[in-house]
C-alpha cells in the first residue's frame, strides 16, 4: 500500500513541529512496510506577504487529490488575525468539504490534568464536530453599518444534508472497537429552537432506523462544560454543530493535558482529510528548537489511523507515552529536551513498542 500525502508546515514553530512528525511517520512507514509519496505546500504568511496569495484556487484542486494533508500550523503578528484562518484554513475546510472535525480527547499516561483525582482512565472520548456549516457558514450581514442604528446578522446555517452526514460518522465511529458504543448529542434545544429541533429529529430517527444498538444521551452544551471538569468518564462519543464543537473540544483540550498534547483532524470521508496539532504558530519560540512537538506528533497518529494503519497508529501512541515518561514537562522550553530530540525520541520508540 502506498499514499499520497501533502504537508503544509505554516508559520511560526509549524515548520518545526512538522518535521518531527514526518519523522515519525516515516519510522511508523518502515516498520509496517506501507509506501507514502509526500508533497510541500508554502501556504502561510510567508507566502502572503511576498505574493497576496492564501489557498489559490489551482492549489485546492491539487490538494483534493491527497489521501491526507499534514498542517503545521498558521499565523504571524505580520498578518492580520482572520486573513490566514479565513483564506487558508476554513477555505480548505469548506472546498474540500472536511464536513468532519474530529477531535479524539485522552488523557495519556504521565500528562497531568488540572481535574483533581482524575487519570487516563476517566478521560477518553471523541468529540465529532460538524465542520462547514453552523454559524460558521458566515450567511448575514449589515444594515446601518457604522450607525448607532447598525445592525449585524449572523445566521447559523443547518441543512438536513449536513447535520445527517455528521450523525452518521458519529454513530460510527461510537461502534468502532475501541468505543464503547455510547454517543451524546451535545446542543441547546431548550434555546435554539429551529436547528437543534432539526439535529434532536434526525438524530433519534437515524439511531431509530439504523443504529438501535448505540446508546443514546443528550445534554445541553453548558452542562457538557460543568461535566467536562466533574465527571468526564460518562463520555465516550459526543456529536455537535460548528459553534459548539468549537468551543467545548478548547475544554477538552485542557483537561486531557493541554494544547501541547492536542491533536484534530478535518475529515471529508468520502475524499481527503487534513491533520493539524491544535495549537497555534507561537511566533515567538520560532527557530529556538525548543517547542514541544507532541500535539503534531498526535496528529500523524490520527492520520495513520484515517488511513487505516491502525497496528502503526498504536505503535505511535505507545512511543508518545513512553516518551512523556522521558520529559520533565510538557511545557515548551521546559521538556528538558530540544524539538529534534524529542522527535528523535518517539521515532526510535516507534520501532521498539509492541
Not at 475524499?271 to 500535539?295: D, V
Request: aromatic share 8%; glycine share 12%; proline share 5%.
Amino acid at each position: 500500500m502506498s499514499y499520497k500525502l501533502a504537508s503544509i508546515p505554516g508559520d511560526g514553530t509549524g515548520p518545526e513541529v512538522v518535521r518531527e512528525g514526518l519523522k515519525v511517520l516515516e519510522a511508523a512507514a518502515s516498520r509496517a512496510g506501507f509506501g507514502y509519496t509526500l508533497e510541500e505546500y508554502d501556504f502561510g504568511a510567508e507566502r502572503y506577504l511576498r505574493t497576496g496569495e492564501t489557498l489559490p484556487d489551482t492549489a485546492v484542486e491539487e490538494l483534493r487529490e491527497f489521501d491526507s494533508i499534514f498542517l503545521g500550523a498558521i499565523g504571524h503578528p505580520d498578518v492580520a488575525p482572520g486573513v490566514l484562518e479565513q483564506g487558508i484554513l476554513l477555505r480548505a475546510r469548506f472546498d474540500l468539504d472536511l464536513y468532519i472535525n474530529l477531535r479524539p480527547v485522552k488523557l495519556l499516561p504521565g500528562v497531568q490534568t488540572p481535574i483533581s483525582g482524575k487519570g487516563p482512565e476517566d478521560i477518553d472520548f471523541v468529540v465529532v464536530r460538524e465542520n462547514t456549516e453552523g454559524l460558521y457558514a458566515s450567511t448575514g450581514g449589515f444594515l446601518r453599518k457604522g450607525t448607532l442604528d447598525e445592525i449585524a446578522v449572523q445566521e447559523s446555517v443547518n441543512t438536513r444534508k449536513g447535520v445527517d452526514r455528521c450523525l452518521r460518522h458519529a454513530f460510527d465511529y461510537a461502534q468502532r472497537p475501541d468505543r464503547k458504543g455510547e454517543l451524546t448529542l451535545c446542543g441547546k434545544t431548550n434555546v435554539l429552537t429551529y436547528a437543534w429541533d432539526l439535529w434532536w429529529r434526525a438524530f433519534n430517527e437515524i439511531g431509530d432506523a439504523d443504529y438501535p444498538e448505540v446508546k443514546r444521551e443528550y445534554a445541553h452544551v453548558d452542562a457538557i462544560c460543568m461535566w467536562f471538569l466533574k465527571n468526564p468518564e460518562w463520555f465516550d462519543v459526543i456529536v455537535t454543530d460548528n459553534m459548539f464543537g468549537d468551543i467545548i473540544t478548547d475544554l477538552a483540550a485542557m483537561i486531557q493535558g493541554g494544547l501541547g498534547i492536542a491533536a484534530g483532524g478535518n475529515i471529508n470521508p468520502e475524499g481527503t482529510a487534513m491533520f493539524e496539532p491544535m495549537g497555534g504558530s507561537a511566533p515567538k519560540y520560532a527557530g529556538q528548537n525548543k517547542i514541544n512537538p507532541l500535539a503534531a506528533i498526535g496528529a500523524v497518529q490520527m492520520m495513520l489511523d484515517h488511513l487505516g494503519e491502525r497496528e502503526a497508529a498504536g505503535w505511535v501512541e505507545g512511543a508518545l507515552i513512553r516518551t512523556i515518561g522521558d520529559l520533565d514537562s510538557l511545557a515548551a522550553g521546559r521538556m528538558g529536551k530540544t524539538t529534534e530530540a524529542v522527535g528523535d525520541l518517539v521515532a526510535c520508540y516507534v520501532g521498539e513498542v509492541a
